[in-house]
């Protein structure tokens, strides 16, 4: 028989990702073992792209020994676990997102104006960019031609702009 705290120990070092998400509005997981602090929640149900959704019954705290997230919401009918990028901004982090990576860097990090090509306020927990009217007055284009193959880079990168504003930039 295996002792209970070496039991919870394995549990928690097995691979369990989470996917750091734009279209979350809330950090949740269906691993309710990768959660501390636990408190039963009537939070209400949370709806899923594919139409059907699930109940929110626990809230907790999720941490890797870096990060800390704390209210994060247990529905078991989820299929991944799931960071909010409104809320890790909301706690003071920033994300930024690469063609290979998501990286969440401490809070106070000061990128450079001239590194900034659009800025987009949240909005509740969106980002909202106006493809009009957000170019600083010395950027002349911010990419020549959108191919097949660099529209959901660029979708993503440009706060899920739709096609046809991705295409204005041509």
Known sequence: ????FVQEQLRRNVARPWYVESDSSRHMTRDVSQLHNIQNFNGGYVSFARGDGGKIT???TVSNG????ENVNYAPELKHSLLSVSQICDKGYSTHFT????LIL???IVIPDEWILVKSKQEGNAYIIDMNNNLPEQVTCVFSNVS????MLWHRRLGHANTKNLNRLE
């Open 1 to 4: 028989m295996i002792p209970l």
């Open 58 to 60: 626990q809230r907790g």
């Open 66 to 69: 870096v990060l800390s997230f």
């Open 99 to 102: 063609n290979k990576e998501c």
């Open 106 to 108: 401490k809070p106070c």
């Open 148 to 151: 097949e193959h660099n529209t």
